[in-house]
């Protein structure tokens, strides 16, 4: 999509603090500087951009990039924000239709308390299978999750042992 990169550019300089960019050609490399996570935009890869308005931040707008294969990256004053991918996991009952990487660590960290009491396995479970969709949420939209895939698979191993 033509433009769309400029478009970006110009929404990262009204919100600034979020994420540090630099341009590479017709890519545009975006780290989000809470989580340190780095994605790559191509211009030729991007079908749609929307910017609109946050209903919640009153005088914040996010921006939604539709990517050619179909998936949707959102970028918010939350940073990178996406849908789960459910194809690992099967349908599951989310809170929410998008979430951001900080719902990931937060989630991570919770199945940590959890998986300390024996008699909450069920949950365990269920937070581990939310973070396996939402891990492939993130994978989708190019953000790369090694790190924290290796976390889940660490506990879900854990659980299943337990």
């Known amino acids: 999509m033509e433009n769309a990169l400029n478009d970006i550019k110009t929404w990262l300089g009204k919100n600034q603090g979020i994420f540090a960019f630099e341009e590479e050609g017709s890519e545009l490399v975006l780290m989000e500087i809470a989580t340190a ?11 749609a951009l929307e910017e609109k308005k ?3 931040l009153i005088g914040q707008t996010y921006i939604i990039i539709l990517f050619e294969q179909g998936s949707q990256l959102v970028l918010s004053q939350q940073g990178f924000a996406f849908a789960p991918d459910f194809s690992n996991t099967g349908p599951i009952p989310v809170p929410s239709q998008v979430f951001c990487l900080q719902d990931i660590y937060h989630f991570l960290n919770n199945l940590q308390v959890v998986m300390e009491d024996e008699n909450r396995r069920k949950e365990a479970l269920e937070i581990t299978m939310l973070l396996i969709a939402l891990l492939d949420g993130a ?3 190019g953000i790369e999750m090694g790190k924290e895939e290796q976390q889940v698979d660490t506990m879900l191993k854990k659980i299943e042992a337990g």
Do not use: H, P
């Open 37 to 47: 996570k780095f994605l790559t935009l191509n211009e030729n890869n991007i079908a």
């Open 54 to 56: 946050n209903s919640e």
């Open 139 to 141: 994978r989708q939209v």
